[in-house]
């Protein structure tokens, strides 16, 4: 398995040749059950000493069949299976497949009209659900790096998320919430008092965690200035959210292909500006997430003063869902990246196909880029700046 | 030399920072909870275990066509007025909690209770048989003539 490399010659003070050191390639495997890989991830690294020449991914350990899985179930039935590709931000996930099902019938001459109220339901959801997400990556990135502190702290907030979710859906981790046409129920009036509780507390919390970890000199020095990825290489490998703004490139579907009522509210787009090291390093992936968690509370501000009162949550739809032929695409703005779906329907209640774009596939593949001449430690760090679900990179 | 000063500071200083957050902490309370002593309250729409009603079941099969992993298994023999409900069966290995089954229902008598803690060391045991002997189906037009004789 070793391959013995030209052996480096190393001059003595004296000036004559000594005793060459022998340095030779070693192959290993991270994962797949390493507690850094954020899931079954097995990285097959080649490394020369403490340094990394060659980073391999190998997938499938979490392979589901899920998209063949949709070829024999209905368009209602089919929700159920996006709740586990990325499993910590389910509804997103829901939101995706319901919009690329109602857009596709709308391109194919059906009427879909989502209601006013169901709308503002779902933005307030979804973005809870975001905050939830990077929370999660938030904790979980500082335990990569070693401080076990913050990852306490994240939950105790995602978990007041998930109080509002099993009030609302009745599930804590698998809602199949949204439905095509709109949402499965309404928010219950304690479980809106709820929201505006995490409204009122949750900006306090975010000054915490920035104390507690992004000004944390130990923490910078562990990711300012590694794993620097230009935007150029991240548009090559298609990689989108956070880690294609943390280089600097200001691409967000929300702002720029507005879909459901994202046009109505006022948000920035975070970008990696390199405050603390170079455009692009893990430091500013990392620091995208922090703003972003903190342009979701606003848009769930703004939703909730603006929420019309309780009406239907439902669009008219047949109870046996049928698409005419044709196709339709349909992508949006997970907190992992840019998710899609691609429908294909002969007609029938079930899809002929259903391809899923999933954004943390692409995202880790741009890993066999900057994974070359790292430390292994800092490999570590890279991987859990990627932010990575395993749950939809194998589907 | 300034840097080594002002690195060393400057981690200092936040990890110190970050210890004043812990230390804030520790003279609030919990907010774990443990578990099997203390028990949260569940809300009305929490989704359990499925539950039957099986006196009230038509036995329609529209729970199992709807169940998107097949875990519903309705037997059934006999034709017209002989028709009995040999079996209802739920497979708890296979079911993902989803409810969907609970909307086609006609008299909703499929609903998802607020049971969850249902462990068991073989997994045949999570395969949960409603129906004993077989049972005429619920027949709902039937019961609401013989509701309105009564009344």
Same mark, same amino acid.
């Given at each position: 398995?070793?391959?013995?490399?030209?052996?480096?010659?190393?001059?003595?003070?004296?000036?004559?040749?000594?005793?060459?050191?022998?340095?030779?390639?070693?192959?290993?495997?991270?994962?797949?059950?390493?507690?850094?890989?954020?899931?079954?991830?097995?990285?097959?690294?080649?490394?020369?000493?403490?340094?990394?020449?060659? %980073?391999?991914?190998?997938? *499938?350990? +979490?392979? &589901?069949? #899920?998209?063949?899985?949709?070829?024999?179930? =209905? @368009?209602?039935?089919?929700?159920?299976?996006?709740?586990?590709?990325?499993?910590?931000?389910?509804?997103?996930?829901?939101?995706?497949?319901?919009?690329?099902?109602?857009?596709?019938?709308?391109?194919?001459?059906?009427?879909?009209?989502?209601?006013?109220?169901?709308?503002? %339901?779902?933005?307030?959801? *979804?973005? +809870?659900? &975001?905050? #939830?997400?990077?929370?999660?990556?938030?904790? =979980? @990135?500082?335990?990569?790096?070693?401080?076990?502190?913050?990852?306490?702290?994240?939950?105790?907030?995602?978990?007041?998320?998930?109080?509002?979710?099993?009030?609302?859906?009745?599930?804590?981790?698998?809602?199949?919430?949204?439905?095509?046409?709109?949402?499965?129920?309404?928010?219950?009036?304690?479980?809106?008092?709820?929201?505006?509780?995490?409204?009122?507390?949750?900006?306090?919390?975010?000054?915490?965690?920035?104390?507690?970890?992004?000004?944390?000199?130990?923490?910078?020095?562990?990711?300012?200035?590694?794993?620097?990825?230009?935007?150029?290489?991240?548009?090559?490998?298609?990689?989108?959210?956070?880690?294609?703004?943390?280089?600097?490139?200001?691409?967000?579907?929300?702002?720029?292909?507005?879909?459901?009522?994202?046009?109505?509210?006022?948000?920035?787009?975070?970008?990696?500006?390199?405050?603390?090291?170079?455009?692009?390093?893990?430091?500013?992936?990392?620091?995208?997430?922090?703003?972003?968690?903190?342009?979701?509370?606003?848009?769930?501000?703004?939703?909730?003063?603006?929420?019309?009162?309780?009406?239907?949550?439902?669009?008219?739809?047949?109870?046996?869902?049928?698409?005419?032929?044709?196709?339709?695409?349909?992508?949006?703005?997970?907190?992992?990246?840019?998710?899609?779906?691609?429908?294909?329907?002969?007609?029938?209640?079930?899809?002929?196909?259903?391809?899923?774009?999933?954004?943390?596939?692409?995202?880790?593949?741009?890993?066999?880029?900057?994974?070359?001449?790292?430390?292994?430690?800092?490999?570590?760090?890279?991987?859990?700046?990627?932010?990575?679900?395993?749950?939809?990179?194998?589907? | 030399?300034?840097?080594?000063?002002?690195?060393?500071?400057?981690?200092?200083?936040?990890?110190?920072?970050?210890?004043?957050?812990?230390?804030?902490?520790?003279?609030?309370?919990?907010?774990?909870?443990?578990?099997?002593?203390?028990?949260?309250?569940?809300?009305?729409?929490?989704?359990?275990?499925?539950?039957?009603?099986?006196?009230?079941?038509?036995?329609?099969?529209?729970?199992?066509?709807?169940?998107?992993?097949?875990?519903?298994?309705?037997?059934?023999?006999?034709?017209?007025?002989?028709?009995?409900?040999?079996?209802?069966?739920?497979?708890?290995?296979?079911?993902?909690?989803?409810?969907?089954?609970?909307?086609?229902?006609?008299?909703?008598?499929?609903?998802?209770?607020?049971?969850?803690?249902?462990?068991?060391?073989?997994?045949?045991?999570?395969?949960?048989?409603?129906?004993?002997?077989?049972?005429?189906?619920?027949?709902?037009?039937?019961?609401?003539?013989?509701?309105?004789?009564?009344?």
């Amino acid at each position: 398995m070793t391959d013995v490399r030209p052996h480096q010659d190393i001059a003595t003070p004296a000036g004559d040749i000594a005793k060459p050191i022998k340095s030779e390639l070693l192959h290993i495997n991270m994962g797949p059950q390493h507690p850094s890989t954020h899931g079954v991830l097995r990285l097959f690294i080649t490394t020369d000493g403490e340094m990394v020449t060659k %980073v391999v991914p190998y997938l *499938g350990y +979490l392979h &589901r069949c #899920a998209e063949k899985i949709a070829e024999g179930n =209905t @368009y209602h039935q089919y929700i159920i299976y996006t709740d586990r590709m990325d499993y910590l931000a389910a509804m997103n996930c829901n939101w995706t497949y319901c919009l690329a099902v109602e857009n596709t019938l709308r391109s194919l001459g059906v009427e879909v009209e989502i209601p006013e109220y169901a709308e503002y %339901v779902r933005v307030i959801i *979804g973005e +809870l659900n &975001r905050i #939830a997400s990077h929370l999660i990556a938030f904790g =979980t @990135y500082g335990l990569d790096i070693g401080a076990m502190t913050p990852f306490f702290h994240a939950l105790r907030e995602r978990e007041a998320i998930l109080n509002i979710f099993e009030k609302v859906c009745g599930a804590r981790l698998m809602y199949s919430y949204y439905d095509v046409g709109g949402v499965k129920w309404d928010i219950p009036d304690d479980a809106m008092d709820e929201i505006k509780l995490f409204i009122d507390l949750f900006p306090a919390k975010l000054d915490e965690y920035n104390e507690l970890l992004t000004g944390n000199k130990i923490f910078v020095e562990r990711t300012a200035n590694v794993g620097v990825l230009d935007a150029a290489t991240c548009i090559d490998y298609g990689c989108t959210g956070p880690v294609l703004r943390g280089s600097g490139v200001k691409h967000d579907l929300r702002k720029d292909d507005p879909y459901s009522i994202y046009d109505r509210f006022d948000f920035d787009i975070p970008v990696g500006t390199g405050t603390v090291g170079t455009v692009g390093d893990c430091w500013d992936r990392y620091h995208v997430r922090m703003l972003e968690m903190y342009e979701s509370w606003r848009i769930i501000q703004q939703a909730v003063d603006r929420i019309p009162p309780r009406g239907e949550v439902m669009a008219k739809m047949p109870k046996n869902l049928k698409v005419p032929p044709g196709q339709g695409y349909y992508r949006a703005e997970n907190p992992k990246g840019e998710m899609g779906f691609y429908i294909i329907s002969d007609g029938g209640t079930v899809p002929f196909r259903c391809k899923t774009r999933s954004p943390a596939f692409h995202n880790l593949h741009i890993i066999e880029h900057v994974g070359k001449g790292q430390m292994i430690s800092d490999l570590c760090a890279t991987i859990g700046s990627l932010d990575l679900v395993l749950g939809e990179i194998d589907r | 030399m300034v840097k080594f000063v002002t690195d060393i500071w400057d981690t200092f200083s936040t990890v110190f920072k970050g210890m004043g957050i812990t230390a804030r902490y520790m003279r609030k309370k919990p907010v774990t909870q443990q578990f099997p002593e203390e028990r949260w309250a569940l809300p009305d729409r929490f989704r359990g275990f499925v539950h039957n009603d099986v006196p009230r079941c038509t036995s329609c099969t529209l729970c199992a066509k709807a169940c998107p992993v097949d875990c519903i298994y309705i037997e059934m023999e006999g034709k017209g007025k002989d028709r009995r409900m040999t079996r209802f069966a739920i497979d708890y290995n296979k079911c993902i909690w989803c409810s969907l089954c609970t909307e086609p229902c006609p008299t909703n008598c499929i609903t998802m209770s607020h049971d969850y803690d249902h462990s068991v060391y073989l997994r045949e045991k999570l395969v949960y048989e409603f129906v004993g002997d077989p049972v005429i189906p619920f027949k709902p037009k039937k019961a609401a003539r013989e509701e309105e004789a009564e009344a």
